[in-house]
């Protein structure tokens, strides 16, 4: 959820509820009000070949909570911040036993915090885990929010780890863009705004066995669903380059939208349409799709202590597919984690799942503009121009067939 925490939540939490329920639930037949998931409307999910010429690809992304464990409060001693923290240093490594994990996203971590203990998490996460798995790993950090005042020192953002060649490191804020979808008609309030805290992207390319891979982290918006769509339009729009191969991972604060739905006070919040609108599948997704379920429980995770709700995900370009989502954690932070082994595809299999996702894509396009145009939107062509101008959608609604390219990636 939110990184920084005060009572200043609840303020958020009723704006974001406010949002929503002005919109309510799509004005719709109840086909449309809650919808199966989009890939039973497409065609069954094919057989894919995996290549042999190249490692499956390891991931995890887990939301820290400062290291302050499961419950909301200001402050932990630095015993217990290390304790909790050392507890998911075990859950990643435990993750993957044969093969130590490649990449680690990292949520809400604290880079030297009074609240904390000023322990640095990412560097201490990546000396326990080096301990456990005999492999060193780097830290690229990317921090969104600073507070300077004395006896209240904080450094916060998003982390990542990996144990493979950097080629690039890059950490940007997301825009801060208030009115950017069909969703968002409705102004957010000055106090909102006031209480709006900076989203970020932290941007790594790494060599894997000679081929580079795109990580993208990040920590979406918890309480203002228009602001969530409009920083998963900004993650497509400015850090998703098609071609290369490329992995998102984090909070995502959202669920997809069939589980949106129940969800009262966000269930007009399509940031997972958006995020999965042009090359990026999601991997829990993509796995139900293979496995016939529409049950994502076993995916949440979020809160810890009994998890609900699946917010923490991985995003992947189609010449990757998820071939084990396992949650993993327990109660050293609000959050659950997620780990993801990807294998690679032959170029056939990548042909035959980009037919499958831009199917999925179709269908997602025609719900959000039969189903999800309220009446207080009576100008369905500014609805398509929005999901045209901002989001994936833009390959089909400009008639150019699917989303993803086989085009050839440099080594940079």
Known sequence: MSGALTMTTLTDFWDGYQLASTLGRPDAPSSCTV???????????????????????RVVTYNLHSGLGPRWRVFADRREVE??????????????????????????VDFGSRRSGWIDQAAFLADELERRTGHAYAVARGETWRRDTPGLEVRFGNAVLFRHSALAVDARILEKTQKTSYASAFPVSALDRILNEPRGAL????????????????????FNPARREAQAADLLRRFVESGRTS???????????????????????????????????DARVVVAAREGVNDFSGWAT????????????????PDLIPQAVQVIGADESDHRGLSVTYGWLTPEAKSAFIRWHDAVRQHQLARLVDCDVPKRIPDKHRVLEWLKTNTGFVSILSGSGGGSKDTPQDGG
Do not use: C, K
Not at 35 to 57: G, I, M, N, V
Not at 83 to 108: H, K, Q, Y
Not at 310 to 316: I, N, Y
């Open 35 to 57: 919808p199966s998931t989009d890939w039973e409307h497409a065609a069954p999910f094919p057989q894919l070949e995996t290549r042999s010429d190249l490692p499956e690809l």
């Open 83 to 108: 304790r909790n923290l050392t507890g998911i240093a075990d859950r990643i490594a435990a993750a993957s036993p044969e093969m130590p994990i490649d990449v680690v996203a990292l949520n809400e």
């Open 203 to 222: 941007h790594l390319r790494i060599r894997f066995f000679g081929q580079p891979v795109d990580f993208l982290v990040t920590h979406l918006e918890a």
């Open 247 to 281: 992995i998102l991972l984090g909070d995502m604060n959202t669920v997809p939208t069939a589980l949106t739905y129940q969800r009262p006070h966000f269930a007009a919040d399509r940031t997972h349409d958006v995020l999965t609108s042009g090359d990026l599948a």
């Open 302 to 317: 979020f809160p810890a202590l009994a998890p609900v709700w699946p917010l923490d995900g991985s995003f992947a370009t």
